[in-house]
């Protein structure tokens, strides 16, 4: 699933264009090229700060194969550009935050918050890595931004997901359905079912 965003201006007390979605570009701008890289993840989402991370050098959306059986080491690196300084940037590893970095900014020569990081991760088998940043802000809504992820594949050793994930999303789709199972056309029911058995199945497969 593709990182994206939305305002949602009128539903939530926030300005038009307060959730964003940036798409790197590295061959120019133009509009094929902005929908290239956000189908293939080289993107972040933000409420606020500018996450320009990297691992191994890599941009987001990345697929890297990895040899079974050996500990890979990876470096995430990155820089955050910010209104006010961020209190934490986080590493995520299939799902669950696996480090928690200290964080101390500087002011540019425009009073932007500037601060970078550099750490390296430990992946075990096939995997996916994520990095996300928050910026409180007193009194109002706390900004944040979350990158796209990279992948990491032992051939033939796809990740499984974890049976929380899969339970959430069966019980989203069920309670979905019993919501609307009165109000939509049949052809509509018909998709939510089909989601309801994929997650099923994955349920039954999940670790």
Same mark, same amino acid.
């Given at each position: 699933?593709? =990182? $994206? ?14 959730? &964003?979605?940036? %798409?790197?570009?590295?061959?120019? /701008? ?13 993107? /972040? ?6 996450? #320009? ?11 890297? =194969? @990895?040899?079974?059986?050996? #500990?890979? &080491? %990876?470096? %995430? ?13 986080? @590493? ?5 935050? %696996?480090? &928690?970095?200290? *964080? ?11 601060? *970078? ?5 430990? #992946?075990?088998?096939? $995997? ?7 910026? =409180?802000?007193?009194?109002?809504? @706390? ?24 339970? /959430? +999303? ?6 979905? @359905?019993?919501?609307?199972? *009165?109000? +939509?056309?049949?052809?509509? +029911? ?11 199945? #994955?349920?039954? &497969?999940?670790?």
């Amino acid at each position: 699933m593709r =990182p $994206s965003a939305g305002t949602a201006n009128g539903v939530h007390p926030v300005p038009l264009g307060f959730g &964003r979605v940036y %798409v790197q570009c590295p061959r120019g /701008f133009s509009f094929d090229a902005w929908w290239r890289g956000l189908n293939e993840g080289r993107s /972040f989402v933000t409420t606020g700060p500018m996450l #320009l991370a990297h691992v191994n050098g890599r941009a987001p959306g990345a697929r890297v =194969p @990895i040899k079974p059986g050996k #500990l890979q &080491r %990876v470096e %995430v690196t990155g820089e955050v550009i910010s209104d006010q300084p961020v209190n934490t940037v986080e @590493i995520i590893v299939n799902g669950e935050t %696996v480090l &928690r970095l200290a *964080t101390s900014a500087r002011r540019d020569r425009d009073k932007a918050s500037e601060m *970078t990081f550099r750490q390296t991760v430990e #992946l075990t088998g096939s $995997s996916w890595i994520a990095v996300r940043c928050w910026e =409180p802000r007193s009194g109002g809504r @706390i900004r944040f931004a979350h990158s796209g992820p990279w992948f990491f594949d032992v051939p033939g050793a796809p990740l499984r997901p974890r049976h929380e994930e899969v339970e /959430f +999303l069966v019980g989203a789709v069920r309670r979905e @359905i019993d919501r609307s199972s *009165t109000i +939509l056309p049949a052809e509509a +029911l018909a998709e939510y079912q089909k989601a309801l058995s994929i997650y099923e199945d #994955l349920s039954r &497969r999940a670790r």
